[in-house]
């Protein structure tokens, strides 16, 4: 029987070489490969700045801090994305105001922009299975109603809008390289991305306790920074990008292809280039499918399974959550299935067989 997982890590003799260099090099943090790789990723977006951190949730508390988000504020998000989306914010005290989502599974504009009021401060828009949320109208309401728009990039690195590539259209953006994703670092890692020099710079100085010099202090930081061997691992994976996305979306079309009258097929909007981080699919019977593709090697996994606005931490916490329909009616259905840059396209068939097999029996 063949085993093949949900995801697989990237790893090649470039990157061990690149690792070992770094190794040898006697600097281990925030040295010339982590500048090098800030310089790489920031261009590979189209922005003019890129600063690294320790993981997305440590970059964006840093950006928030940076913000200064204050208690009360509101900040508007979708309720079907990773829990961590929202942590940094209500640790400042600010409040999620959660909205259903589109046909894209991402956040839904028009729910985004009613949800405003005197208090919206922000909006988190995240481009959730890599592919885009549709940011015209979001950009639009945001630039009206003055507010801030930082994009959720942890799984869409190199996805597109209408040509535009997903991190470049915000106030600023933010991207998680933790080992499942499109682009990772061999452990932990992340970055914000922005064009404001204002932001980076401090976003720079808090993640390196407030360091404007070696012993000065110009704000009260943390040690939230990179280093020089998960970066160097990084900066080759990031050569490799376009190609493995490349190979993710070739996977999809085989999925498509195979498993279009057996489930209901992810979206992908004529305006977006998705990266399916993730190949979701919808069907009813979610768990009797995630069991059997079990039993046959298949791994699979359901991203997410309790919206943020039904999470213990959240219930109780803040008054008046919605009922969210689009979401809850997702959460019942959803079922992603293998897909990674180097995934074999005869694993892919083996799935789709499995899948067959058990629609066929009932
Ligand atoms: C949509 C989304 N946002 C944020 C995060 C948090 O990223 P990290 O694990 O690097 O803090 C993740 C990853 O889990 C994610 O998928």
Redesign the pocket.
Known sequence: MKTIPLSKPFLNAEVREAVNLALESGRYILGEQCAAFERELAEYVGVRHCVLSS????AVMVLHDTMELRPGDEVIVPAH??F??IEPLIHRGAVPVFVDVDDTYCIDPAAAEAAVTARTVGIIP?H?YGHPADMDPILAFAAKHGLWLVE?C??AHGARYRGRRVGSMGTASAF???PSKNLAVFG???CIMTDDGAIADKVRMLRDHGRTGKYIHQYVGYNLRFNEIQAAGGRVMLRHLDLLNAHRRSVAGRYRERLGELAQMPPEKPWAEAVYHMFVIRTPRRDALAEFLGRRGVGTGVHYPVPNHRQPAIVGRFPALPALPRTEGLVAEILSLPVFGELPLEDVDYVCDQIAEFTRNG
Do not use: I
Request: charged content about 10%; glycine content about 10%; proline content about 5%.
């Open positions: 993981s997305w949730t440590a994305t990773a961590p989306t995240v959730l959720d942890a799984q998680s390289f933790y932990d890692g992340g």
